[in-house]
């Protein structure tokens, strides 16, 4: 009924339809140098023309939807089942691993392996995707990523990725993007929380209740303040939405802001109101120490690059009032350590309320952390229950798709 040319690694069988195109699948012959003879050949098969682009291809897809499934149902290859291994690294942000866990759970063909960090050299050549979580995922290791398919972060931060190196290798490397996850949402919020929790003095409010005493301490509000955005993307968007209420002027930078033309174009297709319209003062790099100087409150919501690298140092933290708050929920590098622990002894820094530290997990028992005017909280601005499930159910989907062989959904390819 149909002929089947065999070799050690792969049986082909030619089907009309296999792909589900109209014409016969094309089979095309690897001449490496490495088959000794017509007898030992090895083959490939080519899907029919795709109606996506090429660059979609490559970027999304690594082969026709379930093609590997078919050829071995069809070569009555099911003696072995493949599994796609997803490794997660470190036991840091459980609910990552967790809860992409029990999204897989009736997916027995998707292995996910939790790996601590100092074992994850050791270990990688063994995995399909890496989930890198807090992993400095450097050119050595991965060297070693001899199966590595793909390398995502759950979530948006591929600051720590060899991006260079995972492209030399022929790795694909992806994030979640946040708009749609909620994880800008739970920053956005987060932020809030720690502008109020410095408003209000939360430490100081903890040993009034200690000792007993009402009334004290006395607190301030949002109502009234300048509050300067630092990086205006998907979480300072999501952030100016939120303070809006609190009756605040908002100052904000970014690389490059829209024409008006595109402006009023999304406002066609949204039907709501621009983004750039919840900003009272827009401005670029050039404008950072302009506005530090005129905001009683600092938010950063930079990505982290080496252009951003320490860019709150000496010089951004004197320009700003004296008194004056500052908040990052992005990362800790983007701040000078130095800096901000000389500003906080002078009193010239009101405030400091940090999601994210220099080195993490942070010191219990770094001096910037003696000081009342301090809140730091452990990583958890994106930590809800609501984009964790999302951003779970992104790489549960994908670990599918990648093992059918379908195009990726729910990430952005960088490379």
């Known amino acids: 009924m149909y002929s089947k040319t065999c070799s050690r690694s792969l049986s082909v069988v ?125 050119a050595d290791i991965i060297s070693r990523a001899n199966k590595m398919k793909l390398i995502m972060q759950f979530g948006v931060g591929l600051e ?73 993307g998907n979480i300072g968007i999501h952030l100016a939405k939120r303070l809006r209420p609190f009756g605040v002027k908002i100052l904000a930078t970014k690389r490059n802001w829209p024409s008006d033309s595109q402006s009023s174009y999304k406002s066609d297709m949204s039907n709501s109101p621009h983004d750039d319209d919840l900003v009272d003062e827009k401005g670029g790099h050039q404008d950072i120490l302009k506005f530090a100087s005129r905001a009683d409150i600092v938010v950063c919501c930079l990505s982290m690059n080496s252009e951003t690298a320490g860019i709150i140092n000496k010089d951004f933290i004197s320009s700003m009032r004296k008194g004056a708050l500052l908040i990052n929920i992005a990362r800790g590098g ?35 952390l003696k000081f009342p005017n301090v809140i730091i909280t452990p990583h958890v601005a994106g930590v809800t229950e609501n984009s964790y499930r999302f951003m779970a159910k992104v790489v549960g989907d994908v670990a599918i798709q990648l093992h059918t062989g379908a195009c990726l959904t729910g990430v952005e390819i960088v490379n």
């Not at 929380?193 to 000792?211: I, N, T």
């Not at 901000?340 to 993490?360: P, Y």
């Open 334 to 368: 983007l701040l000078d350590y130095n800096a901000v622990l000389d500003n906080l002894k002078s009193s010239h820094l009101g405030g400091l309320g940090i999601d994210v530290a220099w080195t993490e997990p942070f010191d219990p028992d770094d001096p910037i």
């Open 14 to 138: 030619v089907l009309k339809g296999l792909l589900g195109g109209n014409g016969l699948t094309n089979v095309v012959r690897n001449t490496s140098s490495s088959s000794s003879s017509s007898s030992s050949s090895s083959y490939g098969i080519v899907a029919p023309p795709s109606k996506n682009t090429a660059a979609q291809q490559l970027r999304n897809c690594s082969s026709s939807p379930g093609l590997l499934k078919k050829i071995k149902e069809m070569t009555g290859d099911t003696s072995k089942p493949i599994i796609t291994r997803v490794l997660f690294c470190g036991p840091h942000f459980p609910a990552s691993h967790n809860y992409t866990i029990e999204y897989l759970q009736s997916h027995p063909f998707i292995q996910v392996d939790v790996v601590p960090l100092d074992d994850v050299r050791e270990v990688i050549g063994n995995y399909d995707i890496c989930v890198v979580k807090s992993l400095r995922l450097n």
């Open 160 to 232: 720590g990725v060899d991006i260079n190196a995972a492209t030399k290798h022929g790795i694909k490397v992806a994030k979640i993007p946040s708009d749609g996850t909620g994880n800008a949402t739970s920053c956005a919020e987060m932020s809030i929380y720690l502008m109020l929790g410095l408003l209000r003095k939360q430490y100081e409010m903890q040993v009034a209740v200690r000792q007993k005493v009402l009334g004290d301490p006395i607190g301030d509000t949002l109502l009234g303040k300048t509050i300067f955005i630092m990086g205006f």
